[in-house]
């Protein structure tokens, strides 16, 4: 079975510019979580997803990230326009779901470097 | 204060040896507990999670201590392959059944031959 793919794994841009990262998650997940880590620390959560519902949004930077889950599959997240400080890694990762957190699988994640 | 802070070592352990260490956690209400095993460059997996009676999967160890609000993890016979960081993930804390999820900042473990 094919574990969460994340695109591109690496992306270099320069500040002020737009960036989108996408992730499709294991099939039959319906939680899928973005978060970012920096060199050092642990992951960062970014937003919560239960199927298409942004189920905890609240340390996502909304004025320049934002996020989509249209059809409860696969997950797009933008940031627009990136800053020094965004660059790390960012991660998707996707879990059953239901009443309580389980295993979370985490794909590969997108490294990006601002300049 | 961070609200899971761990210990970010490096703990150099000789091979065969055993290594514990702990993971704290500020928010009494936290409900779930879990180990997670992240190797260099690459992204983190679930190694177990941490039940309140305490639990064992081969080598790893894994105890629960509500009243002093922290969890632990001990490795016993350690492997060259052990050589990783730790995370603990703590979550729970708000009327949400999930709460917050927070991830510590790792513990790294260096396994020397």
């Known amino acids: 079975e094919a574990g969460v793919v994340q695109s591109p794994r690496y992306k270099i841009i320069e500040k002020k510019q737009p960036v989108a990262f996408w992730c499709n998650p294991i099939?039959?997940?319906?939680?899928l979580y973005w978060y970012l880590q920096n060199l050092g620390q642990g992951p960062e959560l970014l937003i919560r997803?239960?199927?298409?519902?942004?189920?905890?949004d609240s340390q996502l930077p909304k004025d320049r990230f934002s996020a989509e889950r249209l059809k409860g599959v696969d997950s797009t997240l933008k940031i627009q326009p990136a800053e020094l400080g965004d660059s790390a890694v960012y991660l998707c990762?996707?879990?059953?779901?239901?009443?309580?957190?389980?295993?979370?699988?985490f794909g590969p994640g997108t490294r990006l470097t601002v300049l | 204060r961070k609200e899971v802070e761990q210990d970010p070592g490096p703990f150099n352990v000789p091979e065969g040896a055993t290594v514990a260490f702990n993971c704290t956690y500020s928010?009494?209400?936290?409900?779930?507990f879990f180990w997670y095993r992240q190797d260099c460059r690459k992204e983190p997996k679930l190694l177990m999670s941490?039940?309140?009676s305490g639990n064992e999967d081969g080598r790893f160890t894994a105890q629960l201590n509500r009243a002093s609000q922290y969890i632990s993890l001990l490795i016993r016979d350690s492997k060259l392959s052990d050589s990783a960081t730790y995370l603990c993930?703590?979550?729970?804390?708000?009327?949400?059944?999930?709460?917050?999820?927070?991830f510590g900042a790792g513990t790294q473990v260096v396994v020397t031959p």
């Open positions: 928010n009494s209400a936290s409900q779930s």
């Open positions: 997803y239960e199927n298409e519902e942004a189920v905890d």
């Open positions: 990762a996707s879990s059953l779901g239901g009443g309580a957190p389980n295993e979370q699988f």
């Open positions: 941490v039940y309140s």
């Open positions: 993930v703590v979550t729970g804390g708000t009327t949400d059944s999930w709460g917050k999820l927070q």
């Open positions: 099939s039959g997940h319906n939680t």
